[in-house]
Every structure is written in structure tokens, then in C-alpha cells.
Antibody, heavy 121, light 110 residues
Framework: EVQLLESGGDLVQPGGSLRLSCAAS????????MSWVRQAPGKGLEWVSC????????YYADFVKGRFTISRDNSKNTLYLQMNSLRAEDTAVYYC??????????????WGQGTLVTVSS | QSVLTQPPSVSAAPGQKVTISCSGS????????VSWYQQFPGTAPKLLIY???KRPSGIPDRFSGSKSGTSATLGITGLQTGDEADYYC???????????FGGGTKLTVL
């Protein structure tokens, strides 16, 4: 059974940093691209970033370029999202999602339960 | 403003059929696979349709997907009250090098 377990969400002040983690199990982690998708309170889904199965390719939404960094440790079956220079508008539930293939072009077939990031003073 | 356009809401009676549209452009829907997601309040999204019209195991055949040009459609037949949820379309955008989602459609089963 595929499991994705996010952690690291917290209350942080504007301008602060946070690192999210997503522990994966139940599949060959390195064979699949992984994404972070967020959802602000009462809003729709918003894709944040994706990383290829090998980790060699990364992709970002314009609104996080230069502030967020996606990475993965295939030896630990773990996905990360380093978030710097956080803004109030980054407040959201952040989901880790598995892509159906090693590249980013396919649908997201498994999702974690989400971790809440709140940016507020 | 989402790159993909969905109606904010749709409604139909139990047992009826409903369709949800998703409109994009040649750089996203027109050139890439579309997937659809179902989300109940307070829970994670769930994949309903991938590669335009394929259903993951466990998804009933009441759910179907299609694509034509730069638009895609999710169809749900035999509506049940348990189908009340938010539905999102999504695809890769080759110009943006980014994944894009529609704004979501709230389905009400009257």
C-alpha cells in the first residue's frame, strides 16, 4: 500500500523559513516524480513544484521561484520542500503527491494527508 | 485566475448525469494528458481520471473523461449524494514548464 506522510508544517513569521518532509513507502520511490501541491483555506489546488524520479530535474511555479527548493533523498524515500522568505499568502495545506511516471507530465495518483503551514506574525 | 477554466459549480438530481468542462490552450490540454481529481472537504484529493480517459482501479465506470482539442470533460452518471465534492482538472503546461490545475467545480446533487 502506497503511503505518503508529510510533516514539518508549523506557524512561522513572515520572512521566516520552514522545511517540509514527505516520507514515502509502498512503491519504488526513485522511479517516480513527486510534486508539492498546496491549498489555501477555502481555495483550490495550486501546484508548487515537481522533481523527477532521479532528482536531476526540478520545476517550480513562478510564485515560488527563488524562494522554495524541492529535493529528494532516494536512499531515505523522502521528499523535501525548503521554503524561505515566507509570505502570508503561502499559508496553506501542503500536499505531497506521487506522479504516475518518472517525469512530471502525468497525473498525480497518490496524495498525502497534507501538512498545514501558517505564515503570520 | 487559473490557467484552466472550470465552471464554479454544477448541480443535478440523484440518478442523473452531469458533465464538468475544463478549458485550456494548445500548450496545456491541447498537447498533454488531462487528469481529474475529486476532493471532499477536509481530505486530500483523489485521482479519478488519468491520461484523458483512463480510470484507476477502484474508480467506478460511472466516472468518465474525454478530451477534444483544448478542452476536456468529466462525466458522472447515476449521480449519488456521495458524489457531492469538488472536482479539479489538471495537466502539464509545456510553455510554463509547470503543472496547472483548474479552479475547481463544486458538484451539488440536489
Amino acid at each position: 500500500e502506497v503511503q505518503l506522510l508529510e510533516s514539518g508544517g508549523d506557524l512561522v513569521q513572515p520572512g521566516g523559513s520552514l522545511r517540509l518532509s514527505c516520507a514515502a513507502s509502498g512503491f519504488t520511490f526513485s522511479n517516480y516524480a513527486m510534486s508539492w501541491v498546496r491549498q489555501a483555506p477555502g481555495k483550490g489546488l495550486e501546484w508548487v513544484s515537481c522533481i523527477s524520479g532521479s532528482g536531476s530535474s526540478t520545476y517550480y511555479a513562478d510564485f515560488v521561484k527563488g524562494r522554495f527548493t524541492i529535493s529528494r533523498d532516494n536512499s531515505k524515500n523522502t521528499l523535501y520542500l525548503q521554503m524561505n522568505s515566507l509570505r502570508a499568502e503561502d499559508t496553506a495545506v501542503y500536499y505531497c503527491a506521487k506522479v504516475r511516471d518518472s517525469g512530471p507530465y502525468y497525473g498525480h495518483d497518490q496524495w498525502g494527508q497534507g501538512t498545514l503551514v501558517t505564515v503570520s506574525s | 485566475q487559473s490557467v484552466l477554466t472550470q465552471p464554479p459549480s454544477v448541480s443535478a438530481a440523484p440518478g442523473q448525469k452531469v458533465t464538468i468542462s475544463c478549458s485550456g490552450s494548445s500548450s496545456n490540454i491541447g498537447g498533454n494528458y488531462v487528469s481529474w481529481y475529486q476532493q471532499f472537504p477536509g481530505t486530500a484529493p483523489k485521482l479519478l481520471i488519468y491520461e484523458n480517459n483512463k480510470r484507476p482501479s477502484g474508480i467506478p465506470d460511472r466516472f468518465s473523461g474525454s478530451k477534444s482539442g483544448t478542452s476536456a470533460t468529466l462525466g458522472i452518471t447515476g449521480l449519488q449524494t456521495g458524489d457531492e465534492a469538488d472536482y479539479y482538472c489538471g495537466t502539464w503546461d509545456s510553455s510554463l514548464s509547470a503543472w496547472v490545475f483548474g479552479g475547481g467545480t463544486k458538484l451539488t446533487v440536489l
